[in-house]
C-alpha cells in the first residue's frame, strides 16, 4: 500500500478551511490550525495513553500525525483539574500566537474547545468521544459535550 501524501495534504487543507468557517475565523488557516493543534496537544496531556490511541485510531492521517507531533507518551500526565488550568495548558502549546488566537478572557478559548469537539464528532464516535469524557476531571466533563448538534 503506497502512501500519498499528497491526498493527505489535500485533506488537511480542505479541513483547515472547513474548520476555521466552523470556528468563525475567516480565512485564517493558520490560526485555526493553531488552535486545533493547541486543543489535541493540551487532551493528549490530560489523556491516558490508551485514551490517546484510541482517539488517534479514529482520527484521520493529518490529523494523527499533528496529534502526536511532539508527543513523548512516557512524560507524566498534567493534573488538570479545570477548564482554567486546561486553557493555560492550550495556550502554553499555542506558544506566542495564544493572545492573538485565544485573547486575554477565557472566554473565547471556552468557545473555541467546545466548537473543536463538536467538530471533531465528523472523525470521531460519540462512544469514544463519551470514554473520553468519562476519563476527564469533573471540572472538565464539559467540555465534550454530548448534545446532537455538529
Known amino acids: 500500500m503506497a502512501l500519498d501524501f499528497n491526498q493527505y495534504a489535500t485533506e488537511g487543507n480542505t479541513f483547515l478551511k472547513d474548520y476555521a468557517k466552523h470556528l468563525e475565523v475567516g480565512q485564517d488557516l493558520d490560526k485555526a490550525g493553531r488552535i486545533c493543534i493547541s486543543i489535541l496537544h493540551a487532551l493528549r496531556e490530560i489523556i491516558s495513553v490508551e485514551e490517546s490511541m484510541q482517539f488517534m485510531a479514529q482520527l484521520p492521517m493529518f490529523l494523527k500525525a499533528a496529534y502526536v507531533n511532539g508527543w513523548n507518551p512516557k512524560k507524566r500526565k498534567e493534573r488538570i483539574k479545570n477548564m482554567e488550568k486546561f486553557i493555560e495548558l492550550i495556550k502554553e502549546f ?54 446532537i448538534t455538529v
Request: hydrophobic residues 35%; proline residues 2%; charged residues 30%.
Open 94 to 147: 499555542d506558544g506566542k500566537s495564544a493572545i492573538n488566537d485565544f485573547g486575554y478572557e477565557n472566554d473565547l478559548a471556552e468557545r473555541y474547545i467546545y466548537q473543536t469537539f463538536i467538530y471533531l464528532r465528523k472523525y470521531v464516535s460519540m462512544g469514544e468521544l463519551e470514554d473520553i469524557r468519562d476519563g476527564l476531571p469533573k471540572g472538565l466533563k464539559g467540555i465534550i459535550s454530548m448534545k
